[in-house]
């Protein structure tokens, strides 16, 4: 059934795209803060390759958003993490040349080793006193995160 599903949604996908109708792909992002740090992976691919971004990446067939921000996270920084709260839905078509939205979670360190993979040419955690211009919109998403955290 889950095969016949998602062969029915490839080719619904196509007919409507060449009918010139935008299907945006769906992506999550986590925020992981650790006294006065963030973690962050410094993009290995376009769009904004060598640019800090927050660990994250596109939703798998049949995964949850939480499920797909534990994978991409374990991929690009070696790291197991916990989603521990939804910061947000970022849909802006202007934040990612690719059309992307993004659901952004809070997340904490559950395990692993910090080792850069996937597209992720390094890991590194950054002070947030030192935060450079991030890929995407993920200065903005930082910056309401740490507000949020806050309130």
Not at 37 to 56: D, E, H, Q, T, Y
Not at 62 to 77: F, K, M
Not at 142 to 150: D, F, P, Q, T, Y
Request: glycine share 10%.
């Amino acid at each position: 059934m889950r095969a016949q599903c998602h062969a029915w949604l490839q080719c619904c996908t196509g007919v409507l795209a060449e009918k010139g109708v935008n299907m945006r792909r769906i992506a999550a992002d986590a925020v992981i803060l650790r006294k006065g740090s963030i973690l962050l992976v410094k993009r290995k691919n376009a769009p904004f390759r060598g640019m800090l971004a927050l660990p994250g990446g596109m939703l798998g067939q049949g995964e949850t958003l939480e499920e797909c921000v534990v994978r991409e996270t374990r991929e690009e920084t070696g790291l197991l993490v916990r989603p521990t709260r939804l910061i947000g839905i970022y849909s802006s078509p202007k934040r990612d040349p690719r059309g992307t939205v993004s659901a952004v979670f809070a997340c904490t360190v559950a395990g692993g080793r910090l080792k850069a993979g996937s597209d992720a040419s390094s890991v590194q955690w950054v002070r947030l006193r030192q935060l450079p211009r991030l890929a995407f919109d993920h200065s903005k998403i930082v910056m309401e995160a740490l507000k949020r955290g806050k309130q």
